[in-house]
């Protein structure tokens, strides 16, 4: 099965704030329950599948929901949320939170409902999340139980639609209502999970995302090392053909990283998302199928994106946790950039801090410290980038509208902007640290 680590980097950043938080507070109660959190997190992300995804498009045009960390008191407890993104980014509810709790075996489904992999259906508010939970067999041997929420209100309430012995993974498809579950063959449901049947005659199933048609499936995987494949099918891989994808593009598995495919908001589109040696994330568009791709973006860390139902548009999610000290621990502040035309503009960035009183958002451009210097401003021509101590891996100049003018490659501190016209600009450096947009006017 193909296999993906969609939250790599927040898994991390996590892990040190919970070892520093070991040596600070000794409390058994509290360390159990934060070596817990630690181990399963590690877990999930060896053992999660592709489109097991911690963010997922809506069923309009505009619409993610996803789950996060959104909250940590470091005296209290780790808080969980359901995210519900509207307007390309520009709003953010918080419409279902919880408290973190250990599935600590004996709970069963008295446990409540952890917010973990998120799935949506093709209708308006329904959505899906799958968690786990531990308990022992009758040799004392741990193992997991799969669940399944369903809330058809954007993610308020939910109501448990299934529960299975051992690890199980859930797919959702583009059509109202109809959900699959593997393991130990392939079961279909065509009433919200309410019942699954065994699917009989398929004897290959590596599911990804959903295309636009109810049995369209597009998948990507490692032929050969390094080699990767596309696999495409119309009936739920009864049938199948799978075609290689060139090294340039998907280079396969680094460090329990996997490829991830995505559909696009037309029929054959296809985004594929891969890391590479250095650090180094691409994106990667077909427009047929899978038998081409062009890089579409590239850059330094983890890409955490999502495609969107309406064609060339997609997001590329960043979170930051935000220390705080009354009380001691951390909100997550989360930016979604949004991307129009296949990646040639970038049509907002949107910033929202997710604080225990509340969302507060930033709208539209967002300037982040001082590491960076662009110079000299006002400019006639030549631009310089000047980062210190930090990598610059690219430059980008966008224009008021958000249509990109300029891109230059890994480790470029120069730009020469003389062939546009006189105005503002956007010039937005990715450094080995994140992203960074600064103003820039040329005379």
Not at 9 to 25: E, N, P, V
Not at 43 to 57: D, E, F, G, H, P
Request: hydrophobic share 35%; charged share 20%; with cysteine.
């Amino acid at each position: 099965m193909t296999h993906a680590l969609p939250n790599a980097a927040h898994t991390s950043s996590l892990m040190s704030h919970r070892l520093h938080f070991f040596t600070t507070f000794a409390q058994k109660k509290v360390m159990k329950k934060y070596l817990f959190l630690v181990i399963m997190v590690c877990l999930l992300n060896i053992a999660t599948t592709a489109q097991q995804r911690l963010i997922t498009r809506g069923a309009i045009e505009g619409e993610l929901y996803m789950s996060a960390s959104w909250y940590v008191n470091y005296y209290e407890a780790d808080y969980l949320a359901i995210l519900h993104i509207t307007e390309n980014g520009k709003k953010v509810e918080i419409n279902h939170s919880m408290e973190y709790q250990s599935p600590d075996a004996g709970t069963g489904d008295a446990l409540p409902m952890q917010a973990h992999l998120i799935m949506a259906d093709a209708t308006p508010g329904v959505v899906y999340n799958a968690d786990w939970y531990m308990a022992y067999d009758e040799d004392g041997q741990p193992y997991d139980y799969a669940r399944l929420w369903f809330s058809d209100d954007y993610g308020k309430t939910w109501e448990l639609r299934d529960t299975q012995s051992w690890k199980k993974y859930y797919y959702v498809t583009n059509s109202a209502g109809i959900i699959y579950r593997g393991g130990g063959g392939v079961y279909k449901s065509i009433n919200f999970a309410l019942d699954f049947f065994k699917e009989e005659g398929i004897s290959y199933w590596e599911p990804c995302d959903p295309g636009l048609l109810l049995g369209e499936v597009f998948s990507a995987g490692a032929m050969i090392p390094y080699q990767g494949k596309f696999t495409y099918t119309y009936d739920d891989f009864k049938t199948y053909t799978q075609t290689a994808i060139d090294s340039q593009f998907m280079f396969g598995q680094i460090g329990g990283i996997f490829p991830d495919v995505f559909r696009g908001g037309l029929p054959g589109e296809v985004y594929i998302t891969s890391p590479f040696p250095g650090n180094i994330y691409k994106l990667s568009f077909s427009a047929d199928t899978g038998y081409h791709f062009r890089v579409v973006r590239q850059q330094q860390g983890y890409m955490h994106f999502m495609s969107d139902r309406k064609a060339g548009d997609f997001y590329i999610v960043t979170q930051q946790k935000i220390e705080t000290q009354q009380p001691w621990g951390w909100y997550n502040r989360m930016c979604v950039e949004h991307y129009t035309d296949y990646g040639e503009t970038l049509a907002g960035i949107y910033c929202h801090d997710l604080t225990r009183e509340g969302v507060v958002t930033a709208v539209g451009e967002i300037e982040k410290g001082e590491e960076i210097t662009v110079y000299p401003n006002p400019t006639g021509g030549e631009l310089r980038v000047e980062s210190g101590e930090l990598r610059v891996e690219s430059v980008e100049i966008f224009d008021l509208m958000g249509r990109r003018q300029k891109a230059e490659g890994r480790r470029q501190n120069v730009v020469d902007i003389s062939d546009l016209s006189a105005g503002m600009y956007f010039v937005r450096v990715q450094t080995e640290n994140g992203i960074i947009t600064k103003k820039v006017v040329k005379r």
